[in-house]
């Protein structure tokens, strides 16, 4: 097979998995209309059509189905060989691909970077800090990393560090007319700055105290999906804020803001680094995993 065809049949892998010339070339690092030509050439040179091509969308014809069938498991047999080279190299060569919420991203990934990139120069990390829930297979990601309870099937965790918790703040002016809560049923007497999921969804404040657990639906005239507003929105005293701890650890320690209800705010469940389920796993995420790994 010349070297064009294996770029072709890679292209065209690329764009069958996302649905999306854009996103393939993203992946490969080249332009949609360079992932478009390998993608026409393939099909002129075995004279099928592949794929089914609109304005909006991407979809595979029924040969094209079949052929992704057989060429996925044959082009993870192809890196896998490759990458098998790296046990000739002192450290892992190549690219890895990671997911991670953006909300958490700087205080599980932020630490690990520069010991992984010191030990591994020849590696390169690429990271896609996003809080909506991310297919990372469909995506093309090598790992992605979320809290235990909302991991899939068919994937191989392994526990990486720290541990998070969330805190429960507000500005000293907001507690110049009213008391702290001490515990979470106080919280019905407070505004609260509501949490919303990305699709748009609020979600309740949790706590447990030994064997007690809470589920707060907090209320109040504001809902914000991004942390740092949050963390803005109650330094300016609009209403008390629940972010992870490492967001407010700053804005506690030089006073901007109080923190309450901590003997309620336990630790969450593990971090996971998570992969699918694989005989092999590549060098440089092997590196990964064992930077982060709890």
Request: charged share 25%.
């Amino acid at each position: 097979m010349r070297t064009t065809d294996l770029s072709e049949l890679a292209a065209f892998d690329a764009v069958a998995r996302h649905r999306s010339f854009r996103r393939a070339g993203e992946e490969r690092g080249v332009t949609a209309s360079a992932v478009s030509h390998a993608v026409s050439s393939l099909e002129q040179r075995v004279g099928i059509r592949l794929l089914n091509r609109t304005t909006r969308s991407v979809s595979l014809t029924d040969a094209g189905a079949m052929l992704l069938s057989r060429l996925s498991p044959a082009l993870g047999d192809i890196g896998a060989a490759l990458d098998g080279l790296n046990q000739f190299r002192e450290t892992p060569f190549g690219k890895v691909r990671i997911n991670v919420p953006a909300s958490i991203a700087p205080f599980v990934i932020g630490p690990a970077l520069k010991p992984l990139l010191a030990s591994n120069p020849n590696l390169e990390i690429e990271i896609a800090a996003t809080d909506r829930l991310v297919d990372i297979v469909a995506e093309g990601f090598d790992a992605g990393i979320r809290l235990g309870e909302s991991l899939r099937e068919g994937m191989t965790a392994v526990k990486i560090k720290p541990r998070l918790r969330f805190a429960v703040v507000g500005a000293p002016a907001y507690f110049r007319d009213r008391p702290a809560p001490t515990t979470p049923d106080d919280l019905k007497r407070h505004r609260c700055i509501q949490n919303l999921y990305p699709n748009g969804a609020r979600y309740a404040w949790e706590f447990r105290k030994g064997e007690k657990t809470v589920a707060f639906q907090p209320a109040g005239p504001l809902s914000l999906d991004d942390f740092s507003l949050m963390l803005r929105a109650a330094i300016d005293g609009i209403g008390l804020a629940y972010v992870w701890e490492d967001h407010a650890a700053a804005a506690i320690a030089d006073g901007r803001l109080v923190r309450c209800l901590e003997p309620w705010c336990a630790p969450e469940d593990w971090l996971y680094l998570y992969y699918p389920t694989r005989k092999y796993i590549a060098a440089g995420l092997r590196a990964v995993i064992e930077t982060m790994r709890g």
